[in-house]
C-alpha cells in the first residue's frame, strides 16, 4: 500500500507547484503539509516523492521558457561546432548554466545522509526559514537593482548557482531566495534575478527528480500518487511562474519576508506545542 494516497498527492503537488519558484521554501512547506498529514517526512519513500514531483514543476519552467531555452540551447550547439559562435552571449551563458550546477551536485552527492537525516529535521525547517528572510530582506536593501539579463557573468552564475547549496543543507532557507538574493547583492534587478534563478533551477532539480526517481518507485510510493502529484504540480507552477515575473516587476521581496517569518514561527509554535514533530 503507497504511503501516500493520491488525495494526499494531489495537494502536495499543489503546494509544491505554487512554493518551488517562489522565495517561501518549497522544501519546507512540504514538509509541514506532509507532517500536518501524519506522512513521515524522514521517510525513504515520501523524500523521493517530494523530489520527482518537483519535476513536474521543473517541466512548467521548460514550457514557460521554451523560446529562451531553444535560443540559449540553439546557440550553444552552433558555439560547439563554430568558434565564432562562441562570443555570443547564450553560448557562454549555457556553459554557466552547467558549470554553476556542478556544486550542488557534488554536494548533494557526498552530503545526502546528512540532508535525508538530521537536516530533514522540522525545527531546522522553522529556523531556515525565518534566517532566509533576514538574508532576502538584507539582500533586497543592499541590492542597486541596476543590472539586467544580459549583464551576468560567470562570476554571477557561479556564486548564484553555488547559493543553492544553502536551500539544499538547510531546507526552508528556499533554493528560489538564495539564489535571487544572491542575485540581488549582485546588483542584478529583481526580474533579471528571478529569471536566473529559473535557469539554474532546471539542470539541479531535474536531476534530484530522476536521481530519485527509484527511490520513490521502490519504497511505498504507488504510480498513482507520484502521476496526480506531478501533474497538479506542472499545472500549478505554471501558473505560479507568470504570476511571480509580474509581481517582482513593480514590487519588492518584502511580502515574501514577512510570510516567511509569519510560517517560521507558527511551525516552531506547532513543534513545541507536540502539534507536530520535527
Partial sequence: MSVISVGQAVVLGAVEGVTEFLPVSSTGHLKIVEGLMGIPVDDDAVIGFSAVIQ????????????????????????????????????????????????PIVAVGLAAKPLIEGPLASLWVVAGSLIAGSGVMWAA?????????????????????????????????????????????????????ATRLSFFLGIPALTGAGLYELKDALGTGVGEAPLAAGTIVSFVVAYGSIAWLLRFVAEHSFNAFVIYRIVVGVLLFGLLGAGVLHG
Fill in 55 to 102: 519535476v513536474g514543476a521543473i517541466a512548467a519552467v521548460l514550457v514557460y521558457f521554451f523560446k529562451d531555452i531553444v535560443r540559449i540551447v540553439s546557440a550553444w550547439g552552433r558555439g560547439l561546432r563554430d568558434r565564432e559562435e562562441r562570443y555570443h552571449h547564450d553560448y557562454k551563458f549555457a556553459w554557466w548554466v552547467i558549470c554553476a550546477t556542478v
Fill in 140 to 192: 533586497d536593501q543592499m541590492g542597486r537593482h541596476k543590472r539586467g539579463e544580459d549583464d551576468t557573468s560567470f562570476k554571477d552564475a557561479m556564486l548564484v548557482g553555488s547559493s543553492q547549496i544553502l536551500a539544499l543543507l538547510f531546507p526552508g532557507f528556499s533554493r528560489s531566495g538564495a539564489t535571487m538574493s544572491t542575485a540581488l547583492i549582485l546588483d542584478l534587478d529583481r526580474v533579471a
